[in-house]
């Protein structure tokens, strides 16, 4: 439990707070968080993964781990800080926030729960907080979105998988702008956007242009949806041309939603993670040396220092 | 895209301004991977039809930005604040034509047809140098240009005409040269070129 605190090395809000989302279950959320947490760990920074997977919690699977009986029902319930459900994990500088598992009962992630719960995440003394979010464009999981530092959106190659992160990414931007202008407003474009999606003329629909003629109170807040980009992660790639499709949805989000999505990289389909994630061992402690660890080193690179991936002239 | 966006070729292909060249194909090649054939990736956001028109106006940013000259006459325009109407595609082409030295367009030739003369070109047997020079003139082609398109030197070209022989190469040669000549000027190759070696040798027998 003191893992955190005695390997911290900054002290409170200086924290950055990822959340692994996605649109469609069983694209590898998981399995991604859990990935990223280890290699941030390997990378020398205290590391906390929240397991926010309301509709049953599976990060443990993910790391190798046995269910906690500490988990996220006593934070909420209020019979426990945060701090005290820390559990730490085999991995140096990897610890768990075991999330909902012995709850029978229907839990909603709430906008009030949301903002409690980043708010004392962001007091860890952890360097990073993964967050492993349940799957599709819920309210809590785009309620968690909007709050956190970086928001990994993880896709496969599969149509079913890339349409349900577009209407992932649709949602986000909706929930962003309702707060910033009136209900009939809103109401309207969300009527603008229904007729657009059931038109078959060709003519580009501009939710930039649209905004700037009806909402302009709402422009600010679109413009500012641009300076924390949501990170595109294309997992289970088979092939090379699937692996460049995250510049193709990038282009997409760009020319369609007129919003920064940033590509942050593919991960190879690879036989060993299925077979490390039945045996209990989690495939970059198993294989550290493989080109998968490569990859999630180079997306927490990505993440944490860009400036370290520059080629140097 | 905003309309103001539509002749801004760098958000098109999505490269930043000063990208090097490399950077704007790698960009255009992955544009054009996006929204031609079946790419998952614009499944339920654009129709066939919407991803058809991308690809033109794609086809038509790299275009500019692929060519060097085009490229920096557009960022002339783009960071002189001129209007959005002056960076189409076929204002850069007209603007870069007038540029360019045209040398080539100028020699376009306009035939004339003179039905005496075509009638005593299909008649005439007995060829020599001055008849090919008639005919050359007649055909409206300089000697510099008959030079240029059969890559024979000039000088060879006007001893052949003047029936020089001192100023030429072995017959062999002259042969070569004489059945280019002919077949440039579109005449009967193989008679026109047989007469005039048949008179050539007659010059060249004093020697």
Redesign the interface.
């Known amino acids: 439990m003191d893992l955190v605190q005695i390997t911290g090395e900054k002290c409170g809000m200086g924290n950055s707070i990822w959340a692994v989302a996605s649109g469609k279950g069983g694209v590898g959320k998981s399995f991604i968080s859990a990935s990223l947490a280890i290699t941030v760990a390997k990378l020398g920074h205290p590391v906390v993964i929240v397991d926010l997977d309301i509709t049953g919690a599976n990060s443990h699977t993910c790391l190798g781990m046995n269910p906690s009986p500490l988990n996220l029902r006593h934070y909420f319930d209020g019979s426990k800080t945060l701090q005290e459900i820390i559990v730490p994990s085999s991995i140096p500088k990897l610890s768990l926030i075991q999330g909902l598992w012995d709850s029978w009962n229907l839990f909603e992630l709430t906008a009030d729960r949301v903002e409690k719960l980043v708010k004392d995440l962001r007091e860890l003394t952890a360097s990073y907080v993964i967050i492993d979010l349940g799957a599709g464009g819920t309210h809590g999981n785009i309620e968690v979105f909007k709050h956190v530092d970086e928001k990994i959106l993880v896709t496969t190659p599969e149509p079913t998988s890339l349409e349900k992160n577009y209407r992932f990414i649709e949602g986000y931007i909706c929930s962003k702008i309702q707060p910033t202008t009136t209900p009939d407003k809103y109401m309207d474009w969300i009527h603008a956007l229904r007729e657009k999606r059931h038109s078959t003329n060709s003519s580009a629909y501009s939710i930039r242009n649209y905004i700037t003629d009806k909402m302009p109170e709402s422009l600010p807040t679109f413009e500012a949806m641009n300076n924390s980009p949501i990170h595109v992660v294309v997992n289970s790639v088979r092939s090379h041309e699937q692996s460049s499709l995250g510049y193709s949805i990038r282009s997409v989000c760009n020319k369609y939603f007129e919003l920064e999505v940033n590509f942050l990289g593919s991960i190879n389909y690879d036989n060993a993670v299925w077979q490390s994630i039945r045996l209990h061992e989690p495939v970059l402690i198993a294989q550290p040396f493989t080109p998968l660890a490569g990859q999630f080193l180079s997306l927490c690179k990505h993440l944490i220092d860009p400036e370290e991936l520059r080629a140097v002239v | ?3 103001d966006g539509k002749f801004n070729y760098y958000a098109i292909l ?1 490269v930043d301004q000063h990208a090097p060249q490399h950077e704007v194909t790698t960009a255009f090649e ?2 054009k ?2 929204y031609s054939g079946d ?9 066939q ?2 991803a ?3 690809l033109k106006i794609i086809e038509e940013a790299y275009s500019v930005l692929g060519n060097k000259t085009l490229r920096s006459m557009y960022d002339k325009k783009l960071f002189g604040k001129s209007s959005v109407e002056d960076l189409s595609y076929a204002s850069l082409l007209k603007a870069s034509q007038a540029n360019m030295p045209q040398t080539k367009k100028v020699e376009k030739i306009v035939p004339v047809v003179d039905e005496a003369m075509e009638k005593e070109i299909r008649e005439k047997t007995d060829w020599s140098g001055p008849d090919l020079k008639k005919v050359r003139e007649y055909r409206g082609l300089s000697i510099e240009r008959l030079s240029q398109i059969t890559k024979i030197n000039s000088y060879y070209i006007r001893a052949i005409e003047d029936m020089n022989a001192k100023g030429l190469p072995a017959y062999v040669f002259v042969r070569g040269y004489v059945l280019q000549i002919v077949r440039e000027l579109g005449l009967d190759q193989k008679n026109v070129t047989d007469s005039f070696i048949k008179n050539y040798k007659t010059i060249m027998k004093p020697e």
Do not use: C, G, Q, V
């Open positions: 895209m905003s309309a999505e992955r544009a991977k996006t790419n998952p990736a614009i499944y339920t956001i654009f129709s039809d919407e058809r028109e991308y």
